[in-house]
Antibody, heavy 126, light 110 residues
Framework: QLQLQESGPGLVKPSETLSLTCTVS??????????WGWIRQPPGKGLEWIGS???????YYNPSLKSRVTISVDTSKNQFSLKLSSVTAADTAVYYC??????????????????WGQGTLVTVSS | SSELTQDPAVSVALGQTVRITCQGD??????ASWYQQKPGQAPVLVIY???NRPSGIPDRFSGSSSGNTASLTITGAQAEDEADYYC?????????????FGGGTKLTVL
């Protein structure tokens, strides 16, 4: 059964860089069938897609965060990582990693995140 | 980027049927997927695509779509269905992969 686990500092100072890693177990991150993604959720608010990556290294970012986000993959460690620079209090959130499934069909396409990691709270504060 | 709009809150009497909707231009081109999130827990996928349920999701959960609106229906709502529900789909406004989530609907089971 595929499992994902986020790890990284729970406290980051304003203006610094938030760094998180997602470790995938029970399956290979190099599978050509899937993408991988980061999603965050500020306290009491909704979900926000941060970005996604393919095992080859192709990346896709939320335009609103693109200037500050870097997602990378390390296939040898079965991990992918998130870096968010110049953080402010507005970046305080629970950060989730998840596998992204994308299916393209003629009539319509779809995507879904499954499974998800348990999430990790990152607080931005001095 | 396009948006997905959900009603902030919906309530349903125990055992009754409730429909949670998600509206957005991207839904004319892409199917929605739905997630259930209980307090303090990670979201769980409940419906993906036209009407597909992952293993372990009760068959009282179903999905449908028409035009720019996707719906999640719970037939015979149970107390354990009380949660936040989010839709998501691919953003149709650009050529690159972008993902969008709805703002979420808080479901209360009375």
């Amino acid at each position: 059964q595929l499992q994902l686990q986020e790890s990284g500092p729970g406290l980051v100072k304003p203006s610094e860089t938030l760094s998180l890693t997602c470790t995938v177990s029970g399956g290979s991150i190099s599978s050509s069938s899937y993408y991988w993604g980061w999603i965050r959720q500020p306290p009491g608010k909704g979900l926000e897609w941060i970005g996604s990556i393919y095992y080859s290294g192709s990346t896709y970012y939320n335009p609103s965060l693109k200037s500050r986000v870097t997602i990378s993959v390390d296939t040898s460690k079965n991990q992918f990582s998130l870096k968010l620079s110049s953080v402010t209090a507005a970046d305080t959130a629970v950060y989730y990693c998840a596998r992204l499934n994308i299916v393209v069909v003629v009539a319509a396409s779809l995507l879904w995140f499954d499974p998800w990691g348990q999430g990790t709270l990152v607080t931005v504060s001095s | 980027s396009s948006e997905l709009t959900q009603d902030p809150a919906v309530s349903v009497a125990l055992g009754q049927t409730v429909r949670i909707t998600c509206q957005g231009d991207s839904l004319r081109s892409y199917y929605a997927s739905w997630y259930q999130q209980k307090p303090g827990q990670a979201p769980v996928l409940v419906i993906y695509g036209k009407n597909n349920r992952p293993s372990g999701i009760p068959d009282r959960f179903s999905g449908s779509s028409s035009g720019n609106t996707a719906s999640l229906t719970i037939t015979g709502a149970q107390a354990e269905d009380e949660a936040d529900y989010y839709c998501n789909s691919r953003d149709s406004s650009g050529n690159h992969l972008e993902v969008v989530f709805g703002g979420g609907t808080k479901l209360t089971v009375l």
